[in-house]
């Protein structure tokens, strides 16, 4: 499966922003998804991941209560609203798929797309 990201840009503090992650090559219902993202100079980091079903999203705590993760089964897309934008929320975003649940770990997952960078101004 490919995965493509987008929706990145750039943000005020305070802001909102929704990326998407649109697949092809195979129908994401086989998948459970998460999004991940990497500031400069810092390791790559778990932001929320969501089951093949769209049940049980898991949030990583830095995020949990300002992004929200879904997924639509029939468009083979998931999506990542963001809302009260932090400048620390900087990075670049990736979507991925995986088979084998570990959703917080990232070699758990499979596929992954290219990245899509978002810029947060204070």
């Known amino acids: 499966v490919q995965l493509q990201a987008f929706g990145g840009g750039l943000v005020q503090a305070g802001g909102y922003l929704r990326l998407s992650c649109a697949a092809s090559?195979?129908?994401?219902?086989?998948?459970?998804m998460g999004w991940f993202r990497q500031a400069p100079g810092k390791e790559r980091e778990f932001v929320a991941a969501?089951?093949?079903?769209?049940?049980?999203?898991i949030y990583a705590a830095s995020v949990k209560g300002r992004f929200t993760i879904a997924r639509d089964n029939a468009k083979n897309a998931v999506y990542l609203q963001m809302v009260s934008l932090k400048p620390e929320d900087t990075a670049v975003y990736y979507c991925?798929?995986?088979?084998?649940?570990?959703?917080?770990?990232?070699?758990?997952?499979?596929?992954w797309g290219q990245g899509t960078k978002l810029t947060v101004s204070s």
């Open positions: 969501i089951s093949w079903n769209g049940g049980n999203p």
């Open positions: 991925a798929a995986g088979v084998t649940y570990i959703p917080t770990v990232s070699n758990a997952y499979t596929y």
């Open positions: 090559g195979s129908t994401l219902s086989r998948y459970f």
